[in-house]
């Protein structure tokens, strides 16, 4: 079993769509969670991090962390065509001396199409 | 242009041949790391070097090894390529290796092993 599942899709929505896109974990150590969004033929790009559970939002966008179920979020409002995108959910953990060594482990990353 | 670059962007070799895969970065980032991406398994990290002149074991090493002799240049060498290592792998770099660092990663390099 993966550290980290993540539904890979496909997921078509008409524009203008809420989007929900999911993560569950069961490394309860994980500390640092984030969302990446990687466009066709090119290398993912980092879209939101958030550090402790509840809620954070970037304009269309919100990351939500529920530590105590193992799972993460990420609501797209208003999706538009320009978020067709492979999204990626990545987490790490803290190591002594706080680093993480850059050590991401990702989930399988959910292909979303929204369509006009 | 600020960035990572990777080569080649492409490539298809023989198995058994050695392939190094190149990237560079002008960040001046501290850490560097080389990812794998295979269909239904996502990202996986197969080394990291946290700064020049060191190096660790990702998720997936086995097959491959890196170097960091100085600070922008992280080269990712097969030194015996088999079909398995057919893959699309990136390369991305960070400031530091703190757990809210982020990653910034290059184009890629599909790689097919026959």
């Known amino acids: 079993q993966k550290e980290v599942e993540q539904d890979p899709g496909p997921l078509s929505v008409p524009e203008g769509a809420i989007v929900s896109l999911n993560c569950t974990y069961s490394?309860?150590?994980?500390?640092?969670f984030m969302w990446y969004r990687q466009y066709s033929r090119k290398g993912p790009e980092l879209l939101m991090y958030t550090y402790s559970s509840g809620n954070k939002e970037d304009g269309r966008f919100t990351a939500q962390v529920d530590k105590s179920s193992k799972y993460i979020s990420l609501f797209i409002r208003d999706s538009q065509p320009s978020d067709s995108a492979t999204y990626l959910c990545a987490m790490t953990l803290l190591y002594a001396g706080g680093t993480s060594y850059g050590k991401l482990t990702f989930g399988q990353g959910t292909i979303l199409t929204v369509h006009p | 242009i600020a960035g990572i670059t990777q080569a080649p962007t492409s490539q298809i070799l023989a198995a058994g041949r050695r392939m190094t895969l190149r990237c560079t970065q002008d960040m001046r980032h501290n850490a560097m790391y080389w990812y794998r991406q295979d269909l239904g398994l996502g990202l996986r990290l197969i080394h990291y070097?946290?700064?020049?002149?060191?190096?660790g074991k990702g998720e997936v090493p086995d097959g491959y090894s890196v170097s960091r002799a100085n600070t922008d240049d992280f080269p990712l060498t097969l030194a015996s390529a088999v079909p398995s290592q057919t893959s699309v792998y990136f390369c991305?770099?960070?400031?530091?290796?703190?757990?809210?660092?982020?990653?910034?990663f290059g184009p890629g390099t599909r790689l097919t092993v026959l």
């Open positions: 490394n309860s150590a994980f500390q640092y």
């Open positions: 070097s946290n700064t020049a002149g060191t190096t």
């Open positions: 991305a770099s960070s400031v530091d290796s703190g757990g809210a660092d982020t990653q910034y």
